[in-house]
C-alpha cells in the first residue's frame, strides 16, 4: 500500500461520517459485499485519531457494516422485500448485480434463474421496505440495468433512462455504476448524483501482476479499439501508457436481426502495422466473445503478438469452449474481467482468465462518500497508473528482465 492509497481511507476515517453506515446486498452479491465490508471494518480498526466524537458515533463500532434484507417469493413468483433490522438514520449502500443469474427461485413448481429485470424488482422492493426512514440511499450497480438500450432510434423504449429516473424518484441519492455503456443517459436525472466509474487502475495493476514480461512501449506495444464505441476508452489507456492506437469498426448486416441485434459482416482495422507488437484491447462487455474472438484472428492475421483481451464485464453468453479453443491456438494470451458480475467457477480456473478484484476500490468509493469527501481522486487514477508503471519497470530491472 502507498501512501496515496493509505490517505484515501485515512483522511475519510479522521472525520466524522455523514450517518452510520449501512451496507445491504442483493442476491447474488453477497461474496463481493463480504470483501467491501471486510476492508471497511479493518480501516476503521486501524485508525489513528482519538477523536471520542468519532469513537461515539451512533453505530460507527459494529462489527459488521452489513444489514440483513431480504426478498421472498410467493408461489406465483410475485415478491415482497423485508428487512431484519431497523436502518432508521442509516446512509445506505445497496448493492446490486442485475446480471447474477446464478439466483433461482421457485415459480409454479418450477426452477427459474433469476432474469435483470427480477433482480431490479427486487432492488426497488427493498427501497419500498426501507420506507424513506433511512437518511440517505445509494444504489450501486455495477452493471447498469438495460444501459444497452441507452437512446432511441426508431419506436423503442428508453429502459435504463426510465430505470434511473424511476430510483431518483424513490429517494436514491447516489447511483455508482462502472464503465456505463453510454454514461450520458445520466442526462435523464440532473439533479441525482450518478457516477460511471472505470476500472482502468485494477486492470492494468492485474495485467503487471500476472504478465511479468510486458515490454510497454510504442515500438512493443499497442491499443486497438474493438469498434468506434470504445474509442474513449482506449484513448485512455493509449495516452496513459504512451502507446500508439488502432480502431477497428465492425461492418454490419442491418438489413437482418438476430439475437437482437445486426449480425456482424466484417472487422475492417484502421491504424499503423500491428507486426510483432503485443496488443491491448478494452471494451465494456464480453457477451458471446464472438466478436473480440473474430477481431484477435484479424490481429493474429496481421503478424501482431500476444493480444489481451480487458472487459469490465465477461458474461461468456455462449458458454468458454471458443475461447479455450482460441486460447490453445494462440489467438488470444490472456482475457481480464472484474469481479463485479458473476464468475463461475469454470470462468475462475480457465488458464487464460484473469480476474480483477474490484472490491478495494468499492471500499474507497463507500467510505469516502460515507464521510461526504470528493471522489476526484478515486475518479482520476492517473497518479496510481505512473506510480504503478514505474514499480512495474523497477521489479523488471530487479529480475533481470531485459528486451531485444
Known sequence: MDGHQKGLYYDAFETVPVAPLGIICMPGCEELGRRVNDYLTRWRDSRENTDQELYTFPGYERETFLLNAVCSRFGTGEGKGMLKQSVRGYDLYIIC????????????????????????????????????????????????????????????????????????????????????????????????????VHPTYQMLKALCKHVPDLNINKDSMMIISPDEGAISRNIYYSTVLGLDMGLFYKRRDYTRVVNGRNPIVAHEYLGDSVEGKDIIVADDIISTGESILDLARELKARKAGRIFAAGTFSFFTNGLDAFNRAYEEGSIARVLSTNLNYLPPATRNAPWFIEVDMSKYISYIIATLNHDHSLHSLLNPLDRIKRLLERYHKEQAEKGIRFA
Do not use: W
Open 97 to 196: 448485480d442485475v446480471t447474477a443469474y446464478q439466483i433461482e427461485y421457485q415459480m409454479y413448481g418450477r426452477t427459474v434463474p433469476m432474469s435483470p429485470d427480477d433482480h431490479y424488482q427486487d432492488l426497488k422492493r427493498v427501497i419500498a421496505a426501507i420506507g424513506g426512514k433511512a437518511r440517505r440511499i445509494n444504489v450501486i450497480m455495477p452493471f447498469l440495468y438495460e444501459s444497452r438500450q441507452h437512446r432511441r432510434t426508431s419506436r423503442e423504449s428508453m429502459d435504463c433512462a426510465l430505470m434511473l429516473q424511476e430510483l431518483s424518484n424513490m429517494g436514491v441519492s447516489n447511483i455508482i455504476t462502472f464503465d456505463a455503456h453510454d454514461p450520458r443517459v445520466q442526462n435523464a436525472i440532473p439533479l441525482t448524483g450518478f457516477e460511471s
